[in-house]
């Protein structure tokens, strides 16, 4: 993490955090993708550097929505937004 975001940032416990024991998804569309000018996050992995962040919903994100709001067993056959 670049040092200037740090102040951005609150380090958590596994126990403090709500990600329901889904690892870390560097494509979410909750993370910022790039390019950006001035990254605040850059991967450990090397092999994200040019792919994470999403403008979509990713399988991870929708799986980590259903185990917070307890509906797992839910089978979704068409996603929707408000365009269509």
Known sequence: MVHSYRTHYKPMTKEENENHDVPYDYGSMMHYGVPLVNPA???????????????????????????????????????HTNDQ
């Open 41 to 79: 996050m850059i991967p450990n992995d090397e092999n994200y550097e040019r792919t994470i962040g999403s403008g979509l919903i990713s399988f991870v994100d929708l799986l980590m929505v259903n185990k917070h709001f307890k509906c797992e067993g839910m089978n979704v056959e068409e996603l």
